[in-house]
C-alpha cells in the first residue's frame, strides 16, 4: 500500500487548480486535510463556491474538468441535494488512487453562504440516482480506514449500516471477515461493482497481512 502524503497533497493541488479554472469561483480544503488534523488515510475534502450566475454551466462541466484533470473510475451525487439550484455533494473515485483517498467535493452558489444544510430538507432537491451496493462497499473502506486508526468500535457500526444498506444481515465474523464478505455479497448482487469489490478485497489482504492487522 502506497499512502505518501505528498502525492496526495499533489493531487489535491491538481484537482483545486483545475475547478478554480471556473471564473470568479473559490477552492478551498475543508476537513482533516483544511484544519491540518490529518493523517496518511485522510480523504480530499474540498469546498469549491461558484458564481450563482455561472452555477448550471459549472455543474454540468463537472465531469469534463474531473476526466482533464484525473482519470476518474467512480462519480456519485448524494441524493440529498441532486436537484439543489445551490448546493450539492459529490463523491469522486479516482482510478489509480488509494481508496482511502477519495474526493469529497461540497459545491455552494455564492448567494448561500457555504451553508452545508441548504436544502437538506427540501424533498424538491433530493434525487434517485443512487447505488446502494456502491455506497455499501465505500462503508467497507471507512470501515477498513478505522480499524487502521484503531476504532474498530466504528469500523463495526460502519459494517453493520453497510449490510443494512444491502439488505442483508450482518454476519457473526472478525471485521476482516465481514468486509470480505461483504464485498463478496455486494459484487454478486451487483456485478457493476465487481471492480470496487476486487479493489476492497486487495486493500483487506493487504491490511490484515501486516502484524495484528496494521500497517
Given at each position: 500500500?502506497?499512502?505518501?502524503?505528498?502525492?496526495r497533497?499533489?493531487?489535491?493541488?491538481?484537482?483545486?487548480?483545475?475547478?478554480?479554472?471556473?471564473?470568479d469561483?473559490?477552492?478551498?480544503?475543508?476537513?482533516?486535510?483544511?484544519?491540518?488534523?490529518?493523517?496518511?488515510?485522510?480523504?480530499?475534502?474540498?469546498t469549491?463556491?461558484?458564481p450563482?450566475?455561472?452555477?448550471?454551466?459549472?455543474i454540468?462541466?463537472?465531469?469534463?474538468?474531473?476526466?482533464?484533470?484525473?482519470?476518474?473510475?467512480?462519480?456519485?451525487?448524494?441524493?440529498?441535494?441532486?436537484?439543489?439550484?445551490?448546493?450539492?455533494?459529490?463523491?469522486?473515485?479516482?482510478?489509480?488512487?488509494?481508496?482511502?483517498?477519495?474526493?469529497?467535493?461540497?459545491?455552494?452558489?455564492?448567494?448561500?453562504?457555504e451553508?452545508?444544510?441548504?436544502?437538506?430538507?427540501?424533498?424538491?432537491?433530493?434525487?434517485?440516482d443512487?447505488?446502494?451496493?456502491?455506497?455499501?462497499?465505500?462503508?467497507?473502506?471507512?470501515?477498513?480506514?478505522?480499524?487502521?486508526?484503531?476504532?474498530?468500535?466504528?469500523?463495526?457500526?460502519?459494517?453493520?449500516?453497510?449490510?443494512?444498506?444491502?439488505?442483508?444481515?450482518?454476519?457473526?465474523?472478525?471485521?476482516?471477515e465481514?468486509?470480505?464478505?461483504?464485498?463478496?455479497?455486494?459484487?454478486?448482487?451487483?456485478?457493476?461493482t465487481?471492480?470496487?469489490?476486487?479493489?476492497?478485497?486487495?486493500?483487506?489482504?493487504?491490511?490484515?497481512?501486516?502484524?495484528?492487522?496494521?500497517?
Amino acid at each position: 500500500m502506497k499512502l505518501d502524503v505528498t502525492v496526495r497533497a499533489e493531487l489535491a493541488r491538481r484537482i483545486m487548480d483545475s475547478l478554480e479554472e471556473v471564473p470568479d469561483s473559490k477552492v478551498w480544503l475543508r476537513g482533516s486535510l483544511g484544519t491540518g488534523h490529518v493523517d496518511q488515510y485522510s480523504d480530499i475534502d474540498i469546498t469549491w463556491v461558484i458564481p450563482d450566475e455561472t452555477w448550471d454551466s459549472s455543474i454540468v462541466g463537472l465531469p469534463a474538468i474531473l476526466d482533464r484533470m484525473h482519470p476518474v473510475e467512480s462519480v456519485r451525487s448524494d441524493p440529498d441535494f441532486q436537484r439543489s439550484a445551490k448546493h450539492r455533494l459529490i463523491f469522486v473515485r479516482l482510478a489509480g488512487v488509494p481508496l482511502f483517498w477519495r474526493l469529497d467535493l461540497e459545491i455552494f452558489a455564492q448567494s448561500i453562504g457555504e451553508d452545508p444544510a441548504y436544502d437538506r430538507d427540501n424533498p424538491g432537491a433530493r434525487g434517485g440516482d443512487w447505488s446502494p451496493t456502491e455506497s455499501a462497499l465505500a462503508n467497507a473502506v471507512a470501515a477498513v480506514k478505522a480499524h487502521l486508526r484503531d476504532d474498530d468500535v466504528e469500523a463495526q457500526q460502519l459494517l453493520l449500516r453497510a449490510y443494512r444498506r444491502v439488505g442483508l444481515t450482518s454476519p457473526a465474523l472478525d471485521e476482516r471477515e465481514a468486509i470480505l464478505r461483504l464485498a463478496e455479497d455486494v459484487t454478486a448482487m451487483d456485478p457493476a461493482t465487481a471492480a470496487l469489490g476486487s479493489r476492497i478485497k486487495e486493500l483487506v489482504e493487504e491490511t490484515w497481512q501486516q502484524p495484528g492487522g496494521r500497517l
